[in-house]
């Protein structure tokens, strides 16, 4: 994708994000311009598309946009960082899940 195309995507991720309050999801980093956030897929319904589908993202989101428009409930705005840490979770099973969250609270510092 080019620079202009990329802008686009930013574009489209900021007017999608306010249905979210320009807030992350998780952090509540507020979005300003559309970079460093993204658009998370909560659940799919049947036969829809993934962004696998889509050769690059402005396609994807140009895709997106309309059903997230609609939908919005099943989205959710999140930034770069802690969209990684979403979708990394879950692809763990469950109790794995649960083991996770269990060990790293009781890791950390606050
Ligand atoms: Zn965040």
């Known amino acids: 994708m080019n620079k202009k ?3 686009q995507v930013y574009e489209l991720i900021l007017r999608l ?6 807030r992350c999801n998780v952090c509540h980093k ?3 311009t559309g970079k460093y956030f993204t658009i998370h897929h909560i659940k799919y319904m049947p036969g829809e598309k993934t962004y696998k589908d889509f050769s690059n993202r402005l396609d994807y ?6 059903i997230v428009a609609v939908h919005p409930e099943r989205f959710a ?3 770069n ?3 990684g840490v979403v979708t990394k979770l879950a692809r763990y ?8 969250f269990k ?4 890791s950390a510092n606050d």
């Open 30 to 32: 507020k979005c300003t």
């Open 77 to 79: 705005l999140v930034c």
């Open 103 to 106: 060990l790293s609270n009781q």
């Open 81 to 83: 960082k802690d969209h």
């Open 17 to 22: 994000a306010a249905l979210f309050y320009f």
């Open 61 to 66: 989101y140009k895709y997106l946009f309309p």
């Open 5 to 7: 195309e990329t802008f």
């Open 93 to 100: 099973k469950k109790q794995i899940r649960k083991r996770l």
